[in-house]
């Protein structure tokens, strides 16, 4: 009973449910500069929740700062890309710095994966860094993966990167010279995933629906479908045993769990459909079975995905 009544919780509360993530995000400057054109800048303080682009382009070179931040149901995305080139007497230069705090309505556990990627050429440099906790203690100046808790409280942490690059031309005796030039860029990519949830599959199915299960930041996870394309209907089986059940609408095709609820949606364009299933700190640890069935009206046939059992803590 104790089971059954985590179950029905998720599903009850898990009726199209928006992404329950917060990211703010406050500037600690960005500017880029190239020569003496006028800069492109943002003062500290200016709120960058929703992204930012900076960018400047002269004859002499050019320079690029870009943020851009997705929250989604499964994962909250931080990206920020960075460029400078200096093709003539010139100095280009593109930085930026943020404090970020994430929050998730849910407590869960998870990773955040930093990846920084730095390129130069001739004169180009680039750097990074992000400080864990915004303490001055936990930083890194390399990609890293943090593994954390996310919840009601903040996240913090402070992320500055910078690429640089310079062109010149220098004369030498009987008239000769000499040019050098150069070119940096970075990306970053900060992203936190769930780790809370881990799905075991435990029985085949009987054609060719598959079912995919990724841990979400309501607690529970997304239950994502994709069909052939005869398919209309997709159908999310959830039940508490690994119980074999005969389907009457296919021969040799069956359920693998006792059936307890049962989640319906038409397919997209693409043949897919995605369920999400809330489970509050409260009613976890919990536990239950996963499939999919697919539904073609024109055979009126059944078809069934591999089962699998989901555990979140």
Request: contains cysteine; hydrophobic residues 45%; glycine residues 8%.
């Amino acid at each position: 009973m104790q089971q059954l009544a985590k179950v029905l919780i998720a599903v009850s509360t898990a009726a199209w449910l928006p992404a329950q993530a917060a990211v703010t995000a406050s500037c600690g400057g960005v500017v880029v500069q190239v020569g003496t054109a006028t800069p492109a800048t943002a003062p500290v303080g200016q709120n960058l929740g929703p992204g930012i682009v900076r960018s400047v382009t002269t004859t002499n070179g050019s320079g690029l700062f870009r943020a851009e931040h997705l929250v989604s149901n499964t994962a909250i995305d931080l990206s920020w890309t960075l460029s400078a080139a200096a093709m003539w007497s010139t100095t280009a230069h593109s930085e930026g710095e943020v404090r970020y705090e994430l929050s998730a309505s849910e407590p869960v556990a998870g990773q955040l994966l930093v990846t920084w990627t730095p390129a130069a050429s001739g004169t180009g440099t680039a750097s990074f860094w992000l400080d864990l906790f915004d303490d001055a203690f936990d930083a890194t100046t390399t990609s890293a993966v943090y593994d954390l808790w996310l919840g009601p409280s903040p996240l913090p942490f402070r992320v500055h990167a910078g690429v640089t690059a310079t062109a010149a031309t220098v004369n030498g005796p009987w008239g000769t010279h000499w040019s050098y030039s150069g070119a940096a860029s970075g990306t970053l990519s900060m992203r936190f995933v769930p780790t809370h949830c881990t799905a075991v599959a435990f029985a085949n199915g009987c054609a060719d629906p598959e079912l995919t299960v990724v841990g979400n930041l309501l607690g529970g996870a997304d239950l994502r479908g994709t069909f052939n394309s005869g398919a209309d209907l997709g159908v999310v089986v959830l039940g508490l045993d690994q119980h074999l059940t005969p389907l009457p609408l296919l021969p040799g095709c069956t359920l693998a769990t006792t059936p307890l609820v049962a989640l319906w949606q038409t397919l997209d364009p693409q043949q897919r459909m995605t369920r999400s299933i809330a489970l509050p700190a409260a009613v976890r640890p919990a536990s239950f079975a996963a499939q999919l069935l697919g539904f073609d009206f024109a055979t009126s046939q059944a078809t069934t995905s591999r089962a699998f059992w989901v555990t979140c803590q």
